[in-house]
């Protein structure tokens, strides 16, 4: 069973992940039902000599391989689709388009480290590079119903942010910069995880994101608290 699905847009990978898995699930079973019905039915006990031709219910086998073609095109555009929407499109350009449909937004930039997160907030001015920036140690927080973008490198090697719930995983790249975005739609406190092997306590670099409504968000950012133990506490979040 998947994750508990909190963002806007997270269904599009929903539907990627049902289509492939259900799809390989029933090509699966007619698969071997076929191999299974021909292992019975042409058994050496009974068809002691070879078949002078294939049999009329066999030739029609041939059409799994149509179904199959149908299948990875249906399978291809959808994926394709769900990627082109949420990693070739300029960050820039989402941005734009968030703004003029009257949305909010939040940007953190992200280092990925052995073996914790690092993000990084501009504070409440909402710029980078002033005096109130501030950073969070393996904590995310984020407002509810706002875009969220997140620019993201690493300090030493291969990463990648996974936050499942908003369907969400995409790697840090030493000397590189990466983004992604997702909109939380649901309050409350989810699990973050590096979802790429960099090293032996790779297990360990685990975070949370807390989504909390607008006007606690707005107040949080004032006066930030830095543990997600007090940040829970405080805001009376529940699992």
Request: glycine share 6%; proline share 5%.
């Amino acid at each position: 069973m998947l994750p508990v699905n909190i963002s806007a847009d997270g269904h599009l990978i929903d539907l990627v992940l049902k289509i492939s898995i259900g799809g390989g699930i029933v090509i699966g079973i007619v698969s071997f039902a076929i191999v299974l019905y021909m292992i019975f039915k042409f058994r050496r006990s009974k068809n002691p000599f070879p078949l002078q031709d294939v049999p009329p219910l066999l030739k029609k086998v041939i059409y799994i391989d149509f179904a199959m073609i149908i299948f990875d095109l249906v399978l291809l555009v959808t994926s394709s689709y769900a990627w082109a929407y949420f990693y070739i499109r300029p960050i820039d350009k989402i941005k734009k388009e968030a703004l003029q449909k009257g949305e909010k937004y939040v940007e953190v930039n992200v280092i990925g480290r052995q073996f914790f997160w690092t993000f990084i907030y501009p504070g409440e001015d909402g710029k980078f590079g002033t005096s109130d920036d501030f950073k969070l140690a393996n904590v995310l927080v984020v407002p509810k119903n706002y875009y969220v973008f997140l620019k993201m490198t690493s300090g030493d090697t291969l990463h990648s942010l996974f936050i499942p719930n908003v369907r969400m995983k995409y790697d840090t790249i030493p000397g590189r910069t990466t983004y992604v975005w997702f909109k939380p739609t649901a309050e409350g406190q989810y699990d973050i995880a590096c979802a790429e092997l960099c090293g032996s306590m790779h297990y360990s670099m685990k975070g949370i994101m807390i989504v909390m409504e607008e006007e606690k968000y707005k107040e949080w950012i004032k006066n930030p608290i830095y543990n997600s133990e007090d940040i829970i506490s405080m805001y009376e979040f529940k699992r």
